[in-house]
């Protein structure tokens, strides 16, 4: 069975998509053959600092293998470097229909938002590309947050067409969600999820933030005026951070609306922060040793490259051979 999921390099890493993705990824490696893919073409279909898309490609990369996830047993790499992706999305898009795409409610939000003399054409032709991905590699499972089921769902109905116009040709991949799959908020809006992209000091906790940005962060996090600390959906702000301690303690939900009672906010955020700071340093040392030789991470992801390719360029070739390309 082989598995394949994405993660876009369009900011820092924070403990969103880490709690969300990335902390579940070293698991399926022991059952599936695992591919993970930075998907930087996914990010320039909105506007990236070259600079900082550079450090955000390295940085994501090495976190992954921070988090325990092992080039020797999964494939780590980048979008850009294996060109079937870009070739594959082209042919999809001869095959997709407007209407498809028109339906997806991420364009129709991130749209919404730019305005359509802003959005660029990539935006809307974003689940091509990750159909493509997918496809290429004969994949079965994709693990993906609730907000990407429908992109899944997507890519199994355009390997279907394909399939009848041309001859059964793709394997239909299944998205799986996780079941803890707790959507982190926004410690400064807890109406708003986590986001990369999300540029306020107090918004979200990066995964290589200093304990005393971490404490900051936390100390300031929205809450309400209500004092007892319970896990109450109606008080998004207390019920974001109790999430995120039951996550990084793995305590139950009792047994922390036990300790807390009677206690303040204050006391309950500084044990948050003692425990997220806990909980991070592990991954922040070994993404100190791995990063401390730059060329390490390239060759790391070089070597994805190479394994991967191989497996997408068969892939293509034999879309080209069933449409009749030469
Ligand atoms: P952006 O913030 O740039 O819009 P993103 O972080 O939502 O992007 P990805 O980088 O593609 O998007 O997400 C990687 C993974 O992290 C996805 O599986 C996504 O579901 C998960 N994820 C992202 N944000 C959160 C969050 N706040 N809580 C839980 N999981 C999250
Ligand atoms: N769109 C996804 C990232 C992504 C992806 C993929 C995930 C691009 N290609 C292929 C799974 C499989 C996101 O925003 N999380």
């Not at 898009?93 to 339906?103: A, Q, V």
């Amino acid at each position: 069975m082989i598995l394949l999921s994405g993660i876009q390099p369009t900011g820092r890493l924070h403990i969103g998509n880490y709690l969300g993705a990335i902390q579940n990824w070293p698991e399926f490696q022991k059952k599936y053959t695992s591919l993970f893919c930075i998907v930087d073409y996914h990010a320039i279909t909105v506007y990236q600092d070259p600079k900082r898309l550079k450090q955000n490609i390295y940085e994501a990369a090495a976190l992954l293998f921070a988090a325990g996830i092992d080039q020797k047993k999964s494939i780590v790499f980048v979008q850009s470097h294996i060109s079937a992706h870009t070739e594959l999305a082209w042919i999809l898009n001869c095959i997709m229909p407007m209407g498809w795409l028109e339906r997806m409610t991420q364009f129709k939000d991130k749209s919404q938002k730019q305005g359509k003399e802003r959005v660029g054409v990539g935006l809307f032709d974003y689940p091509a590309l990750m159909a493509s991905d997918i496809l290429l590699y004969n994949v079965d499972v994709v693990p993906v947050g609730e907000d990407q089921k429908q992109h899944v769902e997507l890519t199994r109905d355009i390997a279907g067409r394909f399939n009848k116009l041309y001859g059964k040709t793709f394997k239909l991949p299944k998205a799986i969600i996780p079941e803890t799959g707790a959507r982190i908020m926004g410690l400064d809006d807890p109406d708003k999820k986590m986001s990369k992209s999300e540029k306020t000091y107090g918004h979200a906790i990066y995964l290589l933030d200093s304990p005393d940005d971490i404490r900051k962060k936390i100390m300031s996090a929205t809450t309400d005026s209500l004092r007892s600390i319970r896990f109450d959906k109606k008080r998004p702000g207390i019920y974001n951070l109790l999430t995120l301690y039951e996550r990084f303690s793995g305590d139950s939900r009792k047994d922390i609306e036990k300790r807390f009672q009677g206690k303040g906010y204050a006391k309950f955020k500084q044990e948050l922060a003692d425990i997220i700071i806990e909980g991070l340093r592990p991954l922040q040392n070994k993404y100190k040793e791995l990063t401390a030789n730059k060329n390490d991470i390239d060759t790391l992801i070089r070597q994805g490259a190479d394994k991967a390719r191989p497996m997408a360029e068969k892939t293509l070739r034999l879309v080209k051979t069933k449409m009749g390309l030469l």
